[in-house]
């Protein structure tokens, strides 16, 4: 059936490093673009990412330009997000998220990987 | 940044009565607009896209409607598995893609 999977979370500290990945199966992976969305304790959801199907074109949020990367391996179905100089409000559920054929909503959705940034 | 407002936060509905979500854009986002619900620990769930068309396997029970800055989500009749947060998204101006605040939908 059609999935998404993240891994990749976990306590860091403050100024530190994460790559979170994401791998489906299912679907043909190389035909979607893919986004990745994040939710705070409690809080709504927020739009991280967005890579076009063939990796040709990405975006990512205000919040997170500079400081995250997001990169996808069409061959092993993978969607990836690195991320640097985390800080603590960058601590959320990070989910990875299919693009809808017919529209930039997000079809499909992975369970989310936790990230906590603590000293 | 289109900034995505819903109203209520929280609607208190019985089950089988009608639930009225509101979704409001800050600028016209024409028809280009999802909703999602969210069940605690779950990741969300695609319903509704292009403001008015459901997604595959979701009931009819749920409608959207609307277009340009006003948008409205309907469950016709509340079933006990529709109790949940709702959010809008919109995806007419974009980066960013935004999210609405979400309104919880609890039993009365």
Redesign the interface.
């Known amino acids: 059936q059609v999935q998404l999977v993240e891994s990749g979370g976990g306590l860091v500290q403050p100024g530190g490093s994460l790559r979170l990945s994401c791998a489906a199966s299912g679907f043909t992976f190389s035909n979607y673009a893919m986004?990745w969305?994040r939710q705070a304790p409690g809080k709504?959801?927020?739009?991280v990412a967005?890579m076009r199907y063939d990796g040709s074109i990405q975006?990512?949020?205000?919040s997170v330009k500079g400081r995250f990367t997001i990169s996808r391996d069409n061959s092993k179905k993978t969607l990836n997000l690195q991320m640097n100089s985390l800080r603590a409000e960058d601590t959320a559920m990070y989910?990875c998220?299919r693009g809808?054929e017919?529209?930039?909503?997000?079809?499909v959705?992975?369970?989310?990987t936790t990230v906590t940034v603590s000293s | 940044e289109i900034v995505m407002t819903q109203s209520p936060a929280t609607l208190s509905v019985s089950p089988g009565e009608r639930a009225t979500l509101s979704c409001r854009a800050s600028q016209s986002v024409s028809s280009n607009l999802a909703w999602y619900q969210q069940k605690p620990g779950q990741a969300p769930r695609l319903l509704i896209y292009g403001a008015s068309t459901r997604a595959p396997g979701i009931p009819a029970r749920f409608s959207g409607s609307g277009s340009g800055t006003e948008f409205t989500l309907t469950i016709s009749s509340l079933q006990s598995d529709d109790f949940a947060v709702y959010y809008c998204q919109q995806y007419n101006d974009w980066p960013p893609l935004t999210f609405g605040g979400g309104t919880k939908v609890e039993i009365k």
């Open positions: 986004h969305v709504g959801l927020e739009w967005f975006y990512t949020a205000d989910y998220a809808d017919n529209s930039y909503g997000m079809d959705w992975g369970q989310g």
